[in-house]
């Protein structure tokens, strides 16, 4: 009721202006009612492995996927039957590992009827499976599918480009979309003033909140210990349980980075502490209409509220989220202010404090357990694994709020999406 | 002495007195606090009996402004939550004269104009625009559009011709040129939905807006770098204020505290009395032109009362008093 709407905004100084905002428009998951909400129900990852070095460094992705595909239908003692449809993020393996998708899929014990898909839209790849399955629900195609996220940056390496015109180097942007991802990130630094000690903070500040959030077994919840092997340096086999994030340092110090020489240009900003690592991991999400995850006597943990992919300029691709959270809030008809937690990707410490600065977000909203700086960033993974990391945060805050995941995209984009807690 | 007019199930939205007779005010009330049913507008006169009702108009949706014609003493508009005007005669009980519907939300003010040579109506709306109209509501003359949220309030320069300043929910103030139909000046007045806007009657130059941030900035259009006065003392969003017809520096304000308050933006402390005799929010205000100090006001209490502010009286007889002293 607009009246009603308008008049209580008098009597609440600071509410949002009129215009556009004022109007009860229907938005994001809302659109034609409740029962009509895209909901996540249940989430799961793996504890995420330092490439090359961890304790995933021989385990495929079918295999990482499969764990998670597999524990979360377990938890909610859903059967594979059920699901309409799978989507699986992808970035590194070939054609975004539409064959190893579909080989967990099988090893997940999912019946052949149950179809299968990839997607790569880079760093947003495993945000991007869960916005897949939810316009897939919207539109009427499915009722409840399974939105996943898997790398292995041990087995693949991001080195290959591809098959590509030669006339790119005559086009400016064409030709940003090869910068490596470390230059877009000093290009962010230096075009926006984000100076070394602002970084080596916030790097500091991920590992403290991920060490934190470690010790006080926050993740354990959403943790899947993954069984596995590994090759030692002398060729011996190893057999391992890998149920703990690698890359988190507790004793990281403002000192230790501040020593750190630049990775990517001699008198640069980014250093290996203020980046995110290279990791392997997979995250699942469950995801469905609200009536049919009812209907199933399925609980709610999450609702989709809205969600936004923008283009920005290739060669500062790190601002992508300072441009997409704003459009994805304005399809949720909210503001920053109405955010409880914002998980915004940490690709580079850099572009993550521009953002976070850029929109006028308070430091403690942002990656309240660590980011991809000390938890790593299995590129496909990354958007599923926020998505299961805020929701199981909203939860452990017990109360009815809002949060928001996004991540800036290697070719010059942004992601965003935000979902509702609703409470206990 | 207050004089109170009851309307059951009526709550008021805005009353005016009438530039002809010194005791008749209309009144424009709405069902359900406004926020759905129907409107009514009322004529009171002022009598020995008290307050009466001497005609009233029920209309099919909230009536949330009213404005006396400057011409005739007989007619009036007012704006609807249908996006309606309609001009009314007092001489004609039954239907309106006519009705003019071309904003698409919410009209939420209505101002005839007061300069010589000019008879014309404005009308701000939900819409975003302002609209500007011959008295007869024909067709509108001219729509003016530069708000970016509601429109709350529209009203004519009593100095300059064809000049109108509006105040809108996109926080800016606007001050229009009909003839040029071009926004001269948009002002970033407060840093929230402004709901009133005023001219001083002396001064052509100057302004008051009063927003949902609690305050008054009072504007010398020549600077608007910064008000020139920022009055403080309502608790809720300022919802009408009304410069006096007989003080350069003295205006009134409602608000949604239950309130009015009145102000000498010439002293310190400016406030000059707060006014508690409403139980809702208080949304119509209007100076008498005919009686120095006399005010109306109506709220959500389903109340109108006319009365004198012991503050704007004790400074008139001073004033008195000291031109018998000289």
Same mark, same amino acid.
């Given at each position: 009721?607009?009246?009603?709407?308008?008049?209580?905004?008098?009597?609440?100084?600071? !509410?949002?202006?009129?215009?556009?905002?004022?109007?009860?428009?229907?938005?994001?998951?809302?659109?034609?009612?409740?029962?009509?909400?895209?909901?996540?129900?249940?989430?799961?990852?793996?504890?995420?492995?330092?490439?090359?070095?961890?304790?995933?460094?021989?385990?495929?992705?079918?295999?990482?996927?499969?764990?998670? *595909?597999?524990?979360?239908?377990?938890?909610?003692?859903? !059967?594979?039957?059920?699901?309409?449809?799978?989507?699986?993020?992808?970035?590194?393996?070939?054609?975004?590992?539409?064959?190893?998708?579909?080989?967990?899929?099988?090893?997940?014990?999912?019946?052949?009827?149950?179809?299968?898909?990839?997607?790569?839209?880079?760093?947003? !790849?495993?945000?991007?499976?869960?916005?897949?399955?939810?316009?897939?629900?919207?539109?009427?195609?499915?009722?409840?599918?399974?939105?996943?996220?898997?790398?292995? *940056?041990?087995?693949?390496? *991001?080195?290959?480009?591809?098959?590509?015109?030669?006339?790119?180097?005559?086009?400016?942007?064409?030709?940003?979309?090869?910068?490596?991802?470390?230059?877009?990130?000093?290009?962010?630094?230096?075009?926006?003033?984000?100076?070394?000690?602002?970084?080596?903070?916030?790097?500091?500040?991920?590992?403290?909140?991920?060490?934190?959030?470690?010790?006080?077994?926050?993740?354990?919840?959403?943790?899947?210990?993954?069984?596995?092997?590994?090759?030692?340096?002398?060729?011996?086999?190893?057999?391992?349980?890998?149920?703990?994030?690698?890359?988190?340092?507790?004793?990281?110090?403002?000192?230790?980075?501040?020593?750190?020489?630049?990775?990517?240009?001699?008198?640069?900003?980014?250093?290996?502490?203020?980046?995110?690592?290279?990791?392997?991991?997979?995250?699942?999400?469950?995801?469905?209409?609200?009536?049919?995850?009812?209907?199933?006597?399925?609980?709610?943990?999450?609702?989709?509220?809205?969600?936004?992919?923008?283009?920005?300029?290739?060669?500062?691709?790190?601002?992508?989220?300072?441009?997409?959270?704003?459009?994805?809030?304005?399809?949720?008809?909210?503001?920053?202010?109405?955010?409880?937690?914002?998980?915004?990707?940490?690709?580079?410490?850099?572009?993550?404090?521009?953002?976070?600065?850029?929109?006028?977000?308070?430091?403690?909203?942002?990656?309240?357990?660590?980011?991809?700086?000390?938890?790593?960033?299995?590129?496909?993974?990354?958007?599923?694994?926020?998505?299961?990391?805020?929701?199981?945060?909203?939860?452990?805050?017990?109360?009815?709020?809002?949060?928001?995941?996004?991540?800036?995209?290697?070719?010059? *984009?942004?992601?965003?999406?935000?979902?509702?807690?609703?409470?206990? | 002495?207050?004089?109170?007019?009851?309307?059951?199930?009526?709550?008021?939205?805005?009353?005016?007195?009438?530039?002809?007779?010194?005791?008749?005010?209309?009144?424009?009330?709405?069902?359900?606090?406004?926020?759905?049913?129907?409107?009514?507008?009322?004529?009171?006169?002022?009598?020995?009996?008290?307050?009466?009702?001497?005609?009233?108009?029920?209309?099919? &949706?909230?009536?949330?402004?009213?404005?006396?014609?400057?011409?005739?003493?007989?007619?009036?508009?007012?704006?609807?939550? &249908?996006?309606?005007?309609?001009?009314?005669?007092?001489?004609?009980?039954?239907?309106?004269?006519?009705?003019?519907?071309?904003?698409?939300?919410?009209?939420?003010?209505?101002?005839?104009?007061?300069?010589?040579?000019?008879?014309?109506?404005?009308?701000?709306?939900?819409?975003?625009?302002?609209?500007?109209?011959?008295?007869?509501?024909?067709?509108?003359?001219?729509?003016?559009?530069?708000?970016?949220?509601?429109?709350?309030?529209?009203?004519?320069?009593?100095?300059?011709?064809?000049?109108?300043?509006?105040?809108?929910? &996109?926080?800016?103030?606007?001050?229009?040129?009909?003839?040029?139909?071009?926004?001269?000046?948009?002002?970033?007045?407060?840093?929230?939905?402004?709901?009133?806007?005023?001219?001083?009657?002396?001064?052509?130059?100057?302004?008051?807006?009063?927003?949902?941030?609690?305050?008054?900035?009072?504007?010398?259009?020549?600077?608007?770098?910064?008000?020139?006065?920022?009055?403080?003392?309502?608790?809720?969003?300022?919802?009408?204020?009304?410069?006096?017809?007989?003080?350069?520096?003295?205006?009134?304000?409602?608000?949604?505290?239950?309130?009015?308050?009145?102000?000498?933006?010439?002293?310190?402390?400016?406030?000059?009395?707060?006014?508690?005799?409403?139980?809702?929010?208080?949304?119509?205000?209007?100076?008498?032109?005919?009686?120095?100090?006399?005010?109306? &006001?109506?709220?959500?209490?389903?109340?109108?009362?006319?009365?004198?502010?012991?503050?704007?009286?004790?400074?008139?007889?001073?004033?008195?008093?000291?031109?018998?002293?000289?």
């Amino acid at each position: 009721m607009l009246r009603l709407k308008v008049i209580s905004g008098h009597l609440s100084p600071g !509410s949002p202006h009129t215009g556009p905002d004022l109007r009860a428009t229907r938005c994001g998951a809302a659109a034609g009612g409740p029962g009509e909400d895209v909901v996540v129900v249940h989430g799961r990852r793996t504890a995420i492995g330092r490439a090359k070095k961890g304790g995933f460094k021989d385990t495929t992705p079918d295999e990482l996927l499969s764990a998670v *595909m597999t524990a979360v239908l377990t938890d909610v003692g859903l !059967s594979p039957h059920q699901l309409g449809d799978v989507c699986v993020g992808n970035v590194l393996q070939p054609g975004a590992g539409a064959l190893m998708a579909r080989v967990a899929h099988f090893l997940s014990g999912f019946p052949e009827t149950v179809p299968v898909f990839t997607v790569n839209r880079q760093c947003s !790849s495993g945000l991007q499976a869960v916005l897949n399955i939810a316009g897939a629900i919207r539109s009427r195609t499915i009722d409840l599918g399974l939105a996943c996220g898997v790398e292995s *940056m041990s087995l693949q390496s *991001m080195s290959n480009p591809g098959d590509l015109s030669a006339r790119l180097s005559q086009n400016p942007k064409a030709r940003d979309c090869i910068v490596p991802m470390g230059i877009t990130s000093e290009n962010v630094a230096e075009r926006f003033g984000v100076c070394r000690q602002k970084q080596d903070a916030f790097a500091l500040g991920s590992q403290q909140k991920a060490a934190r959030a470690q010790s006080l077994g926050l993740f354990e919840r959403e943790i899947t210990p993954v069984s596995t092997r590994v090759v030692d340096s002398d060729g011996r086999e190893r057999q391992l349980t890998v149920s703990r994030d690698e890359g988190v340092r507790a004793e990281t110090t403002l000192e230790g980075l501040s020593k750190l020489r630049p990775a990517f240009k001699p008198d640069g900003t980014t250093t290996a502490g203020n980046s995110s690592q290279v990791s392997d991991g997979a995250a699942a999400v469950l995801v469905g209409r609200r009536s049919a995850v009812e209907a199933l006597g399925l609980p709610v943990l999450g609702v989709l509220r809205g969600s936004a992919v923008v283009g920005v300029p290739p060669d500062v691709m790190g601002i992508g989220p300072a441009y997409a959270i704003p459009a994805a809030l304005k399809q949720a008809g909210l503001t920053v202010d109405d955010i409880d937690v914002f998980e915004i990707n940490e690709a580079f410490a850099s572009q993550a404090v521009y953002c976070v600065e850029k929109l006028g977000i308070p430091m403690e909203k942002v990656n309240p357990c660590g980011g991809a700086i000390a938890l790593g960033h299995p590129l496909g993974c990354t958007g599923a694994r926020q998505v299961v990391t805020l929701l199981n945060e909203l939860r452990r805050r017990g109360r009815r709020a809002y949060g928001v995941v996004s991540m800036c995209i290697g070719t010059g *984009m942004g992601a965003a999406a935000v979902f509702e807690y609703p409470g206990l | 002495m207050i004089k109170v007019f009851r309307s059951p199930g009526r709550h008021g939205y805005a009353v005016e007195a009438s530039p002809f007779l010194p005791n008749r005010v209309a009144c424009a009330a709405s069902q359900y606090y406004g926020i759905t049913g129907c409107g009514t507008l009322l004529v009171l006169d002022e009598t020995p009996r008290g307050l009466v009702s001497v005609r009233s108009w029920e209309w099919g &949706d909230g009536l949330f402004d009213v404005a006396w014609s400057e011409a005739n003493e007989h007619l009036l508009v007012a704006g609807g939550g &249908d996006g309606s005007l309609q001009l009314w005669d007092t001489a004609n009980q039954h239907a309106p004269l006519k009705v003019a519907k071309e904003h698409t939300q919410e009209v939420y003010s209505v101002s005839w104009s007061q300069t010589r040579g000019e008879n014309l109506i404005v009308s701000g709306s939900w819409d975003h625009t302002v609209k500007v109209w011959d008295p007869s509501l024909s067709r509108s003359l001219t729509t003016l559009r530069g708000h970016e949220g509601v429109v709350y309030s529209t009203i004519w320069s009593p100095h300059i011709p064809g000049c109108i300043a509006s105040a809108s929910g &996109d926080g800016t103030l606007r001050i229009w040129d009909v003839k040029a139909a071009v926004c001269r000046l948009a002002v970033p007045a407060h840093q929230a939905e402004i709901l009133a806007c005023d001219w001083c009657k002396y001064d052509q130059n100057i302004v008051a807006t009063g927003s949902v941030d609690c305050s008054i900035n009072v504007w010398d259009l020549r600077n608007i770098r910064q008000p020139v006065n920022h009055l403080l003392g309502h608790t809720y969003a300022i919802r009408r204020l009304k410069f006096s017809p007989f003080s350069q520096t003295v205006l009134a304000s409602c608000s949604y505290d239950f309130t009015v308050r009145f102000w000498d933006f010439g002293m310190n402390p400016p406030l000059l009395d707060t006014v508690e005799h409403h139980s809702e929010f208080v949304c119509g205000l209007d100076f008498n032109l005919h009686i120095p100090n006399q005010v109306v &006001d109506c709220s959500w209490d389903e109340t109108v009362k006319i009365y004198a502010p012991a503050c704007l009286s004790a400074g008139s007889s001073a004033a008195q008093g000291a031109q018998a002293d000289d």
